[in-house]
T-cell receptor, first 114, second 112 residues
Framework: GAVVSQHPSRVICKSGTSVKIECRSLDFQATTMFWYRQFPKQSLMLMATSNEGSKATYEQGVEKDKFLINHASLTLSTLTVTSAHPEDSSFYIC??????????FGSGTRLTVV | AQSVTQLGSHVSVSEGALVLLRCNYSSSVPPYLFWYVQYPNQGLQLLLKYTSAATLVKGINGFEAEFKKSETSFHLTKPSAHMSDAAEYFCACCSGNTPLVFGKGTRLSVIA
């Protein structure tokens, strides 16, 4: 199979603090990881694409200095929300594509900033 | 550019009735198409996918979808709805190692 483990599943943080979300590929090497954000009752919107060993590519309108992505190994990609504010509260999901299994998704992280 | 349109943000059916969730796509290359289901506060679960083989694709939980190139559609169906089918459904496209493009989602309610 192709399993992506995402942690934590739920986090509450104070405004101004930083939160790190991890996605690990458990049984394959994920050279590319996609990071999505989903606001309530909305669809998944791509934030950025991370590639192992290189800088992430951010979608238009996503602040790269606020959403730090690190993909230092083939099995771990992290998203750090820096100086979080209530408007950053959302559901964050990572995804990777592994032939022949196709796209696989993490279980998501519910971030609440208070 | 690739895009996915899901018609109807909310569909309500009676238990035992036919489920039909609509999806149309736009792609300049032959697409791969996917249907995912999402339960509250959970990630996405793949229901089925079309990857240029058979146009009628059978998935899990009794769902199936038919790829119709002439209509650029990939509608999801299930003959008989169960209460456990109530969830959010997303259609997605497209291919290769590019990120999936998602439709806006359709919330399915099943009435007893």
């Amino acid at each position: 199979g192709a399993v992506v483990s995402q942690h934590p599943s739920r986090v509450i943080c104070k405004s101004g603090t930083s939160v790190k979300i991890e996605c690990r590929s458990l049984d394959f090497q994920a050279t590319t990881m996609f990071w999505y954000r989903q606001f309530p009752k909305q669809s998944l919107m791509l934030m950025a694409t991370s590639n192992e060993g290189s800088k992430a590519t951010y979608e238009q309108g996503v602040e790269k200095d606020k959403f730090l992505i690190n993909h230092a190994s083939l099995t771990l990609s992290t998203l750090t929300v820096t100086s979080a504010h209530p408007e950053d509260s959302s559901f964050y999901i990572c995804s990777s594509n592994r032939d022949p299994y196709g796209y696989t998704f993490g279980s998501g992280t519910r971030l609440t900033v208070v | 550019a690739q895009s996915v349109t899901q018609l109807g943000s909310h569909v309500s059916v009676s238990e035992g009735a036919l489920v039909l969730l609509r999806c149309n796509y736009s792609s300049s290359v032959p697409p791969y198409l996917f249907w995912y289901v999402q339960y509250p506060n959970q990630g996405l679960q793949l229901l089925l996918k079309y990857t240029s083989a058979a146009t009628l694709v059978k998935g899990i939980n009794g769902f199936e979808a038919e790829f119709k190139k002439s209509e650029t559609s990939f509608h999801l169906t299930k003959p008989s709805a169960h209460m456990s089918d109530a969830a959010e459904y997303f259609c997605a496209c497209c291919s290769g190692n590019t990120p999936l493009v998602f439709g806006k989602g359709t919330r399915l309610s099943v009435i007893a």
